[in-house]
């Protein structure tokens, strides 16, 4: 992922880097509750955008994502605190064409 960043965000390598990987961890943690698997970090693909959203890419070892029909369904960032902090933000859910069967 590293030959990935630019400087289209107007912050430094070092701060995207910092970016990326809290939008993997609020992707993760968002997807948990359905998954209930570890996902190791470089099972996802994320790229900032400069309008505060995230292009997100999932490629799971397992398949999970496409079996269980997990979508990414939002991922968006903002600078806090006159720029030191970032905040972070995913929202998952299940694609409704999916269908899940217990047993």
């Known amino acids: ?3 990935g960043l630019v400087d289209e965000l107007g912050i430094s390598i070092g ?3 910092m970016l ?3 939008l993997k961890e609020s992707v993760y943690k968002a997807m948990h509750p359905i998954l209930c698997e570890y996902v190791g970090f470089q099972e996802a693909e994320i790229k900032p955008l400069p309008d ?3 292009k997100v890419i999932l490629n799971l ?3 999970s994502h496409e079996r ?4 990414v369904r939002n991922a968006s ?3 806090l605190e006159g720029g030191k902090f970032f905040l972070t933000t995913a929202l998952v859910g299940v694609d409704s064409n999916t269908i899940m069967v217990a047993s």
Request: proline fraction near 0%.
């Open 68 to 71: 269980l029909g997990i979508v």
């Open 52 to 54: 505060g959203t995230a």
């Open 15 to 17: 701060e995207e880097v």
């Open 61 to 63: 070892k397992s398949g």
């Open 20 to 22: 990326r990987f809290s």
């Open 77 to 79: 960032w903002r600078r």
């Open 1 to 3: 992922e590293l030959g």
